[in-house]
Every structure is written in structure tokens, then in C-alpha cells.
């Protein structure tokens, strides 16, 4: 079983829709999930960081994290053309090392 | 932009042949770390740095060798390249201080092809 499982879409919304992107992990030594965004012929950048349960907001983007169901999710309201990349979550342990584990990118598509 | 830069951007080998990747940073960062991304699979770890001459393996370390003699450069060596490697590789950085919120910020790539 992977660590992280994320469904790769692809995933096609019109401008301004609410768009929900999803991932499950398997380990609950998980402590720290992120969500990079990449796009097409880029390296990934860190869109968001959240470390406990909750939702954590920045913008047009929230990231949720439920540890008693081991689901984490982000959603980005009123998407543009612009928010068009690979989202990948990842998620690490507390150690320093900080070993990334990925799932695999869904691919997000936002028309206009 | 995290200071990273990636050498060579793009690469075409051929089977049996060495090639060596370049990763270089400017943020005196301790923690250096190798990926490869393929369709299907996202990013998997390679090999990894933790200091000068501190290295460890990733999860698909095969066939693969790093080097880091300095604090900014971490190389990555394929002995003799295989179709299989055909992919693109990606460096990540991290500061590396503590356990808390400290993440990995990744280089532009490199895209390998192997025929």
C-alpha cells in the first residue's frame, strides 16, 4: 500500500467553479501535509502547509486535514484559468530528515 | 525562486553511457534531496543529503550514486544509463534546523532521455 494515495484526474472545471482536490495516507505517524502546485514543465512550488487537523486558509485556497480519517484535502474557491497545474499533496513525519511522501498529482484544468 | 538551479536542463544519452546531474544552491541549506517524476508514479526519492559527504538512499536508489563534496552541490550519477531512467529529475532543498515547519523547495528540473 502506498503512503499516499491521490486520484490523478484529470479533473476539468469551468472559471469560478469551487474546485475539491483530495488525498488518503496510511500512516498516522504523519504529522505535516503540504500541497505543492506544478506547473507543466516546472518544479513543484509549496502552495500550502498545515501541521494539526483543521483548515488553514490563504486566499482563494484552504487546505483541510482530517487525522481520524486520514484525509486531507484542498479546496480553492473561485478558480481561474491561472489555478490550470498538477496538485500534489505530500506528507512527512516530525523527524528532521523530513522525507517527503508523495501522491501521485491530479491534474486540474480551469476554462474559461 | 529558492536559489536552486539544475544542470544540465535537458539531456539526450544513449544506453550504457555515465551521466551526471548537477544541483546547486545559494542558501547554504543542509538538506539536499534527489527525485525522479514519472507518469503514474510522482515524485519519488532517490537519494539524499544531510550534510558534506552525508548521503543516504531513497526508495528507488538503483542504478543510481550521489556525491556531495560541498555544502551547494549535490550530484547525481546514473554509472550507465537505461531506457528505464528516461525521466525527469528533480533537486529539493531544505533548511533543515528543526522538525517543524521548515519544507522542501524544489529546482526547475532536468529532463533525461535515454535511447
Known amino acids: 500500500q502506498k503512503e499516499v494515495e491521490q486520484d490523478p484526474g484529470p479533473l476539468s472545471v469551468p472559471e469560478g467553479a469551487i474546485v475539491s482536490l483530495n488525498c488518503t495516507y496510511s500512516n498516522s505517524a504523519f504529522q505535516y501535509f503540504m500541497w505543492y502546485r506544478q506547473y507543466s514543465r516546472k518544479g513543484p512550488e509549496l502552495l500550502m502547509y498545515t501541521y494539526s487537523s483543521g483548515n488553514k486558509e490563504d486566499g482563494r485556497f484552504t487546505a483541510q486535514v482530517d487525522k481520524s480519517s486520514k484525509y486531507i484535502s484542498l479546496f480553492i474557491r473561485d478558480s481561474q484559468p491561472s489555478d490550470s497545474a498538477t496538485y500534489l499533496c505530500a506528507v512527512r513525519r516530525g523527524s528532521t530528515l523530513g522525507r517527503l511522501y508523495f501522491g501521485r498529482g491530479t491534474q486540474l484544468t480551469v476554462w474559461p | 525562486d529558492a536559489g536552486i538551479t539544475q544542470s544540465p536542463r535537458h539531456k539526450v544519452t544513449e544506453t550504457g553511457t555515465p551521466v551526471t546531474l548537477r544541483c546547486h544552491q545559494t542558501e547554504n541549506h543542509r538538506y539536499m534531496y534527489w527525485y525522479r517524476q514519472d507518469p503514474g508514479h510522482g515524485l519519488r526519492l532517490i537519494h539524499y543529503s544531510y550534510g558534506v559527504k552525508d548521503t543516504d538512499k531513497g526508495e528507488v536508489s538503483d542504478g543510481y550514486s550521489v556525491s556531495r563534496s560541498k555544502t551547494e552541490d549535490f550530484l547525481l550519477t546514473l554509472e550507465s544509463a537505461t531506457s528505464s531512467q528516461t525521466s525527469v529529475y528533480f533537486c529539493?532543498?531544505?533548511?533543515?534546523?528543526?522538525?517543524?515547519?521548515?519544507?522542501?523547495?524544489f529546482g526547475p528540473g532536468t529532463r533525461l532521455t535515454v535511447l
Open positions: 529539493a532543498i531544505r533548511e533543515g534546523l528543526a522538525a517543524s515547519y521548515n519544507e522542501q523547495f
